[in-house]
């Protein structure tokens, strides 16, 4: 059966221990962290240096048979020093992750190549992928550019190319890109809806990424193309902020919801 976890970023104001509960609750098999701020003064739950939440979080990853599939968010700016990410690694490995979700941010294309290849090189004995999320706002806007990163930086065993359903609807590229893609170089995806409407601004775009993603099926994104170039047993990160809707369903309920919809879509794209 395909792997369903639930992105933090669906319940980004619970706490890890609630997120691993609500997840259990709801039917997943995994969840994701966001264990590292997205933007300056985004919210983030600092484990690396709070201990009591980090055994919390522990024993309910025990309790509830749910693991860990991907923390974020690693941002490859031009100041990146890849130490600054040890203690954020070290607890992705002791959570018993698999994937790391990292952004590329450097205007300098020798550079981003890299440091992400320095990253992946620190990823690699803790048994974490990095994982490039392409989003059209960052230096890294689309598949083909996803894919000239990997190999600038020599194609590390553990690289990773992260294919996100309002990334994927909002930039170049669609389902031919997406089959394209060389299969050891995939290790989730992300799912989702937005309206069919693009923003025009990377405010807009923003925007619509960080509260207002809609249910897979009920926006104007080819989902079915996008899964239907994915290998059918690929994990799925279900990542569904809604400033609107989830407040008013309540996180169990918002997460359950969300699920229904990504398998029914999902199952649909499965031949």
């Known amino acids: 059966m395909r792997p369903y976890s639930l992105a933090h970023l ?21 969840a994701g ?11 983030f739950y600092d484990l690396a240096n709070n ?3 980090l055994r919390e979080t522990q024993s309910r990853l025990k309790d509830t048979g749910i693991e860990i599939f991907d923390v974020e968010i690693v941002r490859l700016g031009p100041d990146f020093r890849v130490e600054s990410t040890f203690p954020f690694l070290d607890n992705a ?21 890299a440091s992400y290849a320095a990253f992946c090189e620190a990823a690699a004995p803790r048994n974490l992928t990095g994982d490039i999320e392409f989003m059209p706002w960052t230096e890294v806007p689309d598949i083909a550019a996803a894919r000239r990163l990997v190999k600038a930086a020599g194609t590390p065993a553990n690289a990773g190319i992260l294919v996100d359903a309002l990334h994927y609807g909002r930039s170049s590229g669609g389902p031919e890109a997406v089959a394209a893609i060389p299969r050891n170089l995939l290790h989730y995806g992300q799912i989702c809806d937005a309206p069919a409407e693009i923003p025009t601004t990377v405010e807009g775009l923003i925007q619509t990424a960080r ?11 080819d989902i079915l193309g996008m899964l239907g170039a994915l290998p059918p047993e690929l994990p799925l990160s279900v990542e569904l902020p809604n400033f609107k809707l989830a407040p008013a369903r309540g996180p169990l309920n918002w997460a359950k919801e969300c699920l229904a919809a990504a398998r029914k879509i999902a199952e649909k794209a499965t031949p």
Request: proline share 12%; no cysteine; glycine share 12%.
């Open 10 to 30: 669906t319940v980004l104001n619970l706490p890890p221990p609630a997120v691993i509960e609500t997840a259990h609750a709801a039917g997943y098999t995994h």
């Open 51 to 53: 201990a009591p939440l």
């Open 33 to 43: 962290l966001r264990l590292l701020p997205a933007s300056p003064g985004g919210v």
């Open 93 to 113: 490995a002791t959570l018993g992750a698999r994937a790391v979700l990292v952004a590329g941010d450097d205007p300098d294309q020798s550079r981003l190549a």
């Open 211 to 221: 509260q207002e993603r809609l249910l897979p099926g009920t926006g104007g994104i």
